[in-house]
C-alpha cells in the first residue's frame, strides 16, 4: 500500500449505529476530527446493522446458511456503501465487494471479526482490522469483579439482605491463588496486570510460548499444546481469545475436566470455545464451585437453554464491555489507522484474513 495521490479524494463511512456512541455532541466532535485529517476525506454516516441473531449466525462455520435472513439495503444504505472507501462497521451485506466496489479498507466496532469476514472481504481483496485493545479495560474491570464476586460470595450476601436475614456468610482471598489466561491478547493482557495488583500468581497460553517464556504481568507461559496441563495447576481461568478453527471447542469435556477440582472458569472471549454440556456437568456434579459466561455459543440465548439454570453460574448478555470508553477508544484508534492509511504506512490490527485472525 503506496501513499495516495495528493487530490484523491476518499470517502469515510461511518456504519454503526451513532446512538452507541452515547453522546450525540461527542459523536459529531469524532466526525468533525475525522474530517480535519485531511482535505481529501468526506464522512458519511449511515447505519446498516443487523440483527443479533443474524450476526452471531454469521459469525459461525455456516454463515452462508444466514444469507436468506439479511436485511434488504435501503436506498440510502446502498448508495452510501456504493461510494465509501473506508467504513467503521460492526455488520456488512453480503457480497459487499460488489454492493461497494470501492470499499478497501473496514475497521471493525469490535475485536470479534468472523460476522465481517463473511461478507466476502478476502475474497474481494478488502483489508481488515479490528478494535482489539479498544474495550480491554472494561472488560478486563468486568473480569476481576465476577472473580471478587464469586470469591466473596455477594450473591449469598445480597439474597440474604433480599430477605432480612442475618447470617454472616465469609469469602475467601484472591491474594495467594494461581489464575491462568487463555490467550494472551489485549483483553487478557489487562485482566493480568489487575490481577497481579491482588497479589495472584498469573500463568497464561500462547501459541508461540517457549520454555521460560514471559509477557507482561504473567508470570509464565504455556503453549497451546499444554492447555491441560496450565488448566490443574490454576484456581481460575479466564478465556479471551477470538473464534478461530483453533479455538472453537478448544474448552471441551476433557479441558474442563483438566481443570483444578474446586476451580472457577470465565469466558469472555466467544462462546463457541466451550462444551457448554460439559460446563453445566462440572458444575452440578461440584468439579467447578463456578463459572462466569459472558457469551454463549447462542445469542440471544433461549428462554429453555440449561446454562440459566445451572448452579454457580454468573451469566450475563454478552455486556462486560463499557460503551462509554469503547468507542472513544475505537475512534482514536481509527484516526490513527486512518492517518496511516492516508499514508500508505501499515495499519495496526491487521487481520490475516487467510487465518481468520
Known amino acids: 500500500m503506496g501513499p495516495r495521490d495528493a487530490d484523491q479524494p476518499v470517502v469515510v463511512g461511518l456504519l454503526y449505529p451513532t446512538v452507541w456512541y452515547g453522546d450525540d455532541e461527542a459523536f459529531a466532535r469524532e466526525v468533525a476530527e475525522l474530517g480535519e485529517l485531511d482535505p481529501r476525506i468526506e464522512v458519511v454516516v449511515e447505519t446498516y446493522e443487523e440483527p443479533h441473531e443474524l450476526r452471531t449466525g454469521r459469525g459461525g462455520a455456516d454463515a452462508e446458511s444466514w444469507r436468506p435472513k439479511a436485511p434488504e439495503l435501503t436506498d440510502a444504505q446502498r448508495a452510501a456503501l456504493g461510494r465509501c472507501e473506508v467504513v467503521v462497521a460492526i455488520d456488512l451485506p453480503f457480497d459487499v465487494a460488489t454492493v461497494a466496489p470501492a470499499l478497501r479498507w473496514v475497521q471493525a466496532v469490535g475485536a470479534g471479526t468472523a460476522q465481517l469476514q463473511s461478507a466476502g472481504l478476502a475474497a474481494g481483496g478488502i483489508t481488515l482490522t479490528t478494535s482489539a485493545g479498544s ?43 494461581t489464575l491462568g489466561l487463555i490467550g494472551v491478547g489485549a483483553i487478557n493482557e489487562a485482566v493480568a496486570k489487575r490481577a497481579q495488583a491482588f497479589d495472584v500468581r498469573v500463568v497464561a497460553t500462547r501459541r508461540s510460548a517457549t520454555p521460560g517464556a514471559t509477557a507482561p504481568h504473567v508470570d509464565a507461559l504455556y503453549p497451546t499444546s499444554e492447555l491441560h496441563t496450565m488448566l490443574g495447576e490454576c484456581d481460575a481461568v479466564v478465556a479471551a481469545v477470538p473464534e478461530t478453527p483453533e479455538t472453537v471447542g478448544l474448552m471441551d469435556r476433557a479441558a474442563i475436566r483438566a481443570m483444578k477440582p474446586g476451580a472457577f472458569f470465565c469466558n469472555v472471549g466467544r462462546g463457541s470455545l466451550v462444551d457448554e454440556d460439559a460446563l453445566v456437568e462440572a458444575l452440578r456434579d461440584g468439579h467447578l464451585r463456578g463459572a462466569a459466561l459472558d457469551v454463549a455459543s447462542q445469542e440471544p440465548l433461549p428462554a429453555d437453554h440449561p446454562l440459566w439454570d445451572a448452579p454457580n453460574l454468573f451469566l450475563s448478555p454478552h455486556a462486560a464491555t463499557s460503551p ?24 495496526r490490527n491487521e487481520v490475516d484474513l487467510g487465518r481468520g485472525y
Open 135 to 177: 474495550n480491554a479495560v472494561g472488560i478486563a474491570e468486568f473480569v476481576i469483579g465476577r472473580l471478587l464476586q464469586e470469591r466473596k460470595q455477594f450473591r449469598v450476601i445480597d439474597a440474604s439482605q433480599a430477605t432480612h436475614t442475618w447470617d454472616p456468610v465469609y469469602g475467601t482471598e484472591l491474594a495467594g491463588t
Open 324 to 347: 462509554s470508553a469503547l468507542f472513544a477508544n475505537l475512534h482514536e484508534l481509527f484516526l490513527e489507522n486512518l492517518a496511516a492509511y492516508l499514508a500508505g504506512e501499515p495499519l
